[in-house]
């Protein structure tokens, strides 16, 4: 029998907040492919448009059923994300020398993007059955470190760093949610400090350029420090009120690059402004503070680090990608969640969200 309550508890305002998003950046994808008609940049809006039907028509699916029973399917649909990371190394499409991409005739999607979904279910899970534990130490992590590493060396060698380390910091997100013994978090510290130069030492050379250049971006201004430099240019010169739609001369002239992606954001910040920039990120903390209060109401264990857990998705990619295009974080590839050009990560990104919606709506109900 239909719970009347469930409509009754179904957030409009949080709906009218992703419509905003989803406005806002088909107008920015339309102006920033304006110029390339004759290379096909205007099919990127049209198709954004398609992705967010999709994402949205996912949106609404996942709260058509009790989140009770994604606890059962957390582990099965996390080893199936990592069965097509698996397939990606062996069968992928290869694109600017890095092969994410599985396709299914004409669509390709990237699983890298369904595994930060099926690894915050998973470590829910975990964490949810082990009622025992007050504070964990490092001996009773080995499992939810097993789950992070698996997901983060397959992406790494595909080769993706950006999402690689976007999967560490969720899972510690995660992990530290659940209450860590101070001993073990001083180890882990520690731990990275000791690894850090052996991972340095491994990295592909254009991605030891990308630190270089965040250390010093003077370095190498037409070369490496190129992309932020040019990101910088177009942010500051939008001023308060920027240039106005379809006015920005950095996206006009191309001298910013990938701006439908990675740098979308300096598009926006151009052509509206200071302003329009904190409209922006203002929505997205919305939604970061909306997730943290569906947690903290949230009937049940699994519920709450769920919740916290896509929260996490949206507020490292929001922190990573704005830190990454202002010059504040080095460039890792991280498009703005919900915002940049890209089927796979918004589709995925809209299925989290229905989700939270599922254990808001659901908040009256016990196991």
């Given at each position: 029998?239909?719970?009347?309550?469930?409509?009754?508890?179904?957030?409009?305002?949080?709906?009218?907040?992703?419509?905003?998003?989803?406005?806002?950046?088909?107008?920015?994808?339309?102006?920033?492919?304006?110029?390339?008609?004759?290379?096909?940049?205007?099919?990127?809006?049209?198709?954004?448009?398609?992705?967010?039907?999709?994402?949205?028509?996912?949106?609404?699916?996942?709260?058509?059923?009790?989140?009770?029973?994604?606890?059962?399917?957390?582990?099965?649909?996390?080893?199936?994300?990592?069965?097509?990371?698996?397939?990606?190394?062996?069968?992928?499409?290869?694109?600017?020398?890095?092969?994410?991409?599985?396709?299914?005739?004409?669509?390709s999607f990237q699983p890298s993007e369904l595994v930060k979904i099926t690894l915050v279910l998973a470590l829910s899970r975990f964490f949810s059955e082990k009622k025992e534990f007050k504070e964990y130490k490092l001996r009773d992590l080995w499992i939810p470190f097993a789950l992070v590493v698996g997901p983060f060396v397959l992406v790494v060698k595909e080769p993706d760093l950006g999402t690689a380390l976007l999967l560490v910091l969720l899972g510690a997100s995660v992990i530290f949610l659940a209450k860590i013994h101070w001993r073990s978090i001083l180890i882990l510290v520690l731990s990275v400090m000791i690894v850090a130069p052996f991972v340095w030492l491994h990295l592909k050379p254009y991605q030891q350029r990308r630190i270089l250049t965040f250390l010093r971006p003077d370095m190498d201004p037409l070369g490496a420090g190129y992309h932020i430099n040019q990101s910088k240019i177009a942010i500051g010169s939008g001023l308060l009120r920027g240039k106005g739609f379809l006015q920005g001369t950095q996206t006009r002239l191309h001298f910013l690059p990938e701006q439908h992606t990675d740098f979308a954001f300096s598009v926006w910040a151009e052509e509206w402004g200071f302003i329009g920039s904190i409209f922006l990120l203002g929505l997205y903390l919305l939604i970061i503070l909306w997730g943290i209060y569906i947690a903290k109401n949230s009937k049940d264990k699994f519920g709450a680090m769920l919740a916290m857990g896509i929260t996490a998705i949206i507020f490292w990619q929001v922190i990573i990608n704005v830190g990454m295009v202002t010059g504040l974080l080095p460039v890792v590839g991280i498009p703005l969640v919900l915002f940049s050009y890209g089927g796979s990560s918004l589709v995925s990104t809209m299925a989290g969200l229905g989700i939270l919606m599922n254990i808001r709506m659901r908040r009256f109900m016990f196991q």
């Open positions: 029998m239909f719970d009347r309550r469930l409509v009754q508890n179904f957030d409009w305002f949080i709906l009218i907040i992703l419509l905003c998003i989803a406005g806002a950046s088909i107008v920015n994808l339309y102006s920033a492919t304006f110029p390339i008609k004759e290379h096909g940049g205007s099919h990127v809006f049209i198709r954004q448009i398609y992705w967010y039907g999709l994402g949205f028509a996912a949106f609404f699916l996942m709260t058509t059923f009790n989140y009770f029973r994604l606890e059962r399917l957390a582990y099965p649909a996390y080893f199936f994300s990592i069965a097509l990371l698996v397939l990606v190394l062996v069968i992928g499409k290869i694109s600017s020398g890095s092969q994410r991409w599985l396709s299914l005739g004409p669509i």
